[in-house]
């Protein structure tokens, strides 16, 4: 091997990436060329000193607070959830239909929510946090959490692809639109229906289904729009 | 006005840049291809080697590279808010699993045996040949599948699933576009849509387990004669048509609706239909 | 990854054993996962001087950038912490989070460009070099900030945060090749500037 190509190769010998065969004619050539020795001593210096390098830095004091105040509002949505999604998506009967169904539940539907049968990884209520399944009045509560759970992934998602709508083209938003708002109306249908009849299990789990679907649906566009 | 197309036609403003390259990829490796406009073409095919060939959209440029285990391509736009069309035409080992994502652009994959991940927002997905796995996602895109890969998961939101072939895991799941299943041998399916109608017309594996569910679409499911099966049928607001036994469905409460329990041919493979509303015929194959 | 154990600038209580301070670790984030923002925030404390340094060496030593840039991780981190199963260390997958940040930010943002501090102007990193206290590093850290973005982010990747040549390639969409090349130019330029 001559010096032009030994050159080429001096970066792998230092960081020990060379093949056994070649180590030994580049070690020897080093041994005897200057300007090679040169170029390896510095480049041992670069290598040493990059990685003496603080590997903690500490952030600004304020850099918290900034933080924290991005995941308040994110929690908050919860509580204002109305805000978010009429900003974007108008529908005041969202609220008025998570107002009827909590009042539903507390009239006695909880048991039979939290007993039906479970849905795939992908449900809201998989993701909620870890609340018993037995099943008392008191766990109203524990329903209205993954309600909650359900409509803050929904807040978040939508957010997200608030700030990438821009990346789609708008007959794909409209479209989009249109099944997020189709989704929408079969939630309000079938909420209304289980105002009538809490009892029917059968409509809690077509409930729930439908919420999975349109966390689903959020979840995929925000992925697929994120940017390859 | 004749003439002035011809001319059009014949003399493109803008050099199409051609694309042709070859890498070595194992047989069983990944390749993850990303192009957002215009299309994708994937060939199975019995080499290590990884050859695309493509006609870029001007001012595109091509990436590509990777080792034996794995390899990539993507296209860069020259302008991001106007992306002009990038046709991509791909052969890879068929046993390999490949990845591939668009905007617009259609995918095509067929006589691949490994896994696909197929990720679309509008474009058209067609799969053709029996890939072990199949997952393939639009949001508005149709997805088009005619083979029977024993895992397969296609959603879309409002493009149509059609599938043809056999599946013994099978997940579908639309708001308002329609599935439609005419195949052969199902083990495990899941149906579900929003708006959309489902049409089913396939054999169902004695031990199998098949949920159907929709808020108001049109579910109508068929299945070949001496089929044993047990339905379990029930709609809120919808109908049921039964022409597979003489049981019939029981008026739902509040005089809508209706709930329908049947064996048929002494029960077998279990059949569970939900719709909120709509029209559910269960029937046979004509 | 290095997967030796670093030492940080902040030391904090030390776990008596390894198992112990694993198990406290995961208490935080399974806490964290369930919505408690405290616990969330001690993952902060324990994580943001890692992170921040990796910010403020792939945006140049800007610190306003930095700062954003390390913010946006850790919100998006919060977000999306139930994907995270344990498969890896936090630690890493925060890391990770970070490059995929920054490189996602830099595509959807193209009124900021990749800033190059200018020879003279050695104020922003000051700061950062002070906290350890050792003067001759300054001379590093700026010619780091001065390389151009390619050859900074393989510089900063492999030779600082000790990534390997595939990891990086898979996380920059670019080949090993290319990796190995903006490396060699990166050592070459960072020899030439400090030698002057």
Redesign the interface.
Known sequence: MTHEVIR?LL?DYVTGELTEDARGPVADHIAACEICRA?VE??KE??A????????????AD??L???A???R??SAIATEHTQLERFWRRPYVLAAAVVLVAVLSSGGTALYMNSRDHDANSARA?A??QGTESTPASLAAFTIEENTYLRNVA?LQD?LDQQEA?LAPETVARLKASLHTIDEAIFEARNALARDPANKMLIEMLSGTYRQKVDLLRRTTEMT??? | MGAAAILFISSPLVAQKKVERKIPLGMEGALRIVNMVGSVVVHGWNKDTVMVRGTLGPGDTF?????YT?A?M?VESANDRDPKPTRLEVWVPARARVWVKTASASIDVSDVTGGLDLYTVSGAIDVTGNPHELNAEAIDGDIHINGSPPWVRAKSASGTIVFQGASSDAAFSTVSGAVKVDGGVFERTKIETVTGNINFSGQLDRSGAFDFDTHSGSIDIAIPEKTPASFSVATIAGAITNTLSKTSPIPGRFGRGAELTTDVSGGGAKVSVRAFKGQVTIRRTK | MKTSA?????IGPLPSTIGEEKAAALDSIRRAQ??D?DA??LL?SEH???I??LC?RLKAGD?SD??EL??DV??RA??RL?TFRGECAFASWLHRLAVNTML?NA??DNRRNARVLPMDDTSRLAG??R??GVEL?MD??NA?ATLPKGARLA?VLH??EGYQH?EI??QL??????V?AQ??RA?RL??ER??R
């Open positions: 080429h970066d170029e510095s480049l670069i290598l000193r990059a990685a003496e390098l603080p590997k903690s830095i500490d952030p600004p850099a918290w900034n933080i924290r991005a995941i308040e994110d929690k993701t946090t870890n978040v997200v990346s994120r940017g390859s | 990436f590509m590279g990777g080792g794995g990539k993507f | 670093v030492a940080s600038d902040t369930s919505g923002v969330f925030e902060y943001s001087g890692r921040y340094a403020l610190t930095a700062t390390m913010q850790f919100v919060w977000r139930s996602e595509r959807t950062a070099a906290s350890s590093k590093i850290e780091i510089f030779d600082v595939q390639a898979e969409g670019v080949s090993v090749g290319t190995k490396l060699h050592r960072l020899r400090l030698e």
